[in-house]
């Protein structure tokens, strides 16, 4: 352990200050340890092209597909645990309405002065949060105009540079199961 002293002011006086090195060096060796690791664990990498597709495909917004996420884990849920989690988003007092009408969320239970209503996702909503977690998990986006239409003829630019990232991860994913 190394120690480096040097004179530090203190009310008009001399004092010594001392500073301990040692574990200062321990923390910084932890560090580019964790930092050295191979990254195992990288699910979102590929977050905004996944998001960019499924909105695509879908037509829901972010903040929809977001509260779909957030819900997709409760078996049922009430207005207030919806409106909980919806405080967190830009400000829409339809948005719960709009995910009813659009068959995202379904009523389970009737409300009534003495009961609350119950709502859970319904079996579309769950397939696009599934398929989405599916896409982050390595599964390959599909190429074909039909299934993406990211892939169609006349798209905009932006659509084009997203087909080209969607074809690239395809290929770094089929890379990647071939040297499993």
Known sequence: MRAIFFFAPARAALSYVVLVLAPVT?????????????????????????????QAKYGVTQPDLEMLLFLYDEPYFTKAKFKEFDKVFSWDKDRFERLRRN?????????????????????????????????????EFPTDDQNNPVFKRNVSFTDKMYRNVMMQINEVQRQHRAQK
Do not use: P
């Open 26 to 54: 321990r923390v910084f060796l932890a560090i580019s340890d964790i930092l050295c690791q191979q990254i195992t664990m990288n699910y979102l990498k590929y977050w905004r092209v996944v998001r960019y597709f499924i």
């Open 103 to 139: 068959g995202w969320v379904e009523k389970v239970s009737v409300e009534s002065k003495s009961r609350l209503g119950v709502y859970n996702l319904t079996y579309k909503a769950k397939r696009v949060v599934g398929y989405a977690y599916a896409l982050l998990h390595g599964k």
